[in-house]
């Protein structure tokens, strides 16, 4: 399988991870799994799940764009895993205190940009 298209595909759950972890995060999860099971899921989460995943997606192609790979070491500070870790963990602390704020965008770009790191770390 083509790289990009891997790196798309865990973009893609990264952001319905990410999307998730607010409605976590807003204790939404039961009315939502009860909306989706009853076959009537707002427009409004929609339209929020496409914006996670297309977030997520542009985050997985973003350490590459930034770092091209045209050898084994072209991964400097951008595809530096740590760094991105503890950066999560900050984003992730403001999505906790504010799930309705701009911290959720921002979340699911981040969980996205972790896919590619972590998909790195494998290869
Ligand atoms: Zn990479």
Redo the contacts with the bound molecule.
Sequence with gaps: MPRRLVHDLAGTVAGLAAWFTILYFRGDVSRTVEAIRAGGISLTDILEITVFIGLAVIGSRL??KI?P?VSRQ??GVF?NFTLFVILTLLILYWAYSDPSSLSRFVLSFIYGYDS??FL?ALA
Excluded: S
Aim: aromatic share 0%; glycine share 0%; hydrophobic share 10%.
């Design positions: 350490p590459d770092e790979p072209h991964r595809h590619h790191l790195d």
